[in-house]
């Protein structure tokens, strides 16, 4: 069974990255060591509890390495949630508030069909402005979102609060 605390003694915590004040938490040393990157991906599978996912989302840039790759182990589809302006075809869009700025974020309009059951990536959960801005597009085409999954948690932003009802997983949770 992987062991999340030898993931966490894994990240680097680089102080004042990518502004003054905040502490960027570096996943690279988990991706580039095969047995905690395979961990990392188990443990993130693991969050679907057994259910039958259609299609894995990432978000846009780290989301994308995890959530691809669960969804390759899940036997599901990867769809990609992305910044403005970087998807071809027919989007929709939302913007929001991050840790530190602000941007939008877009989805595919036929990326998900209703009823799909969705499975949500990303690296890791900070104030919630970005993993809830794709819930709403995914709730917007009527995804049948079966959890919402991260690596880490700042839990001491409360990030957590904007994804309700919806279910949270995160599987190194930081106080
Ligand atoms: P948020 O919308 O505030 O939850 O920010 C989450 C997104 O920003 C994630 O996609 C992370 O990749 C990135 N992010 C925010 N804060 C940090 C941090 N302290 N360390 C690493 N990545 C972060």
Redesign the pocket.
Known sequence: MPDPALLRSAIRDVVDFPKPG????DITPILSDPALFRDSITLLCDTAGGVKIDKVVG?DA??FIFAATVADRLGAGFVPVRKKGKLPWKTRQIA?S???GESVVELHEDAVCPGEKILLV??????????AAAVKLLDQLGADLVGVSFLIE?AF?G?REKLLPHPISSILSYD
């Open positions: 905040i502490v960027f938490k978000i780290r989301g929001y991050l840790e530190y990303d690296d890791l959960l900070a104030t919630g402005g970005t993993a700042l932003l990030g």
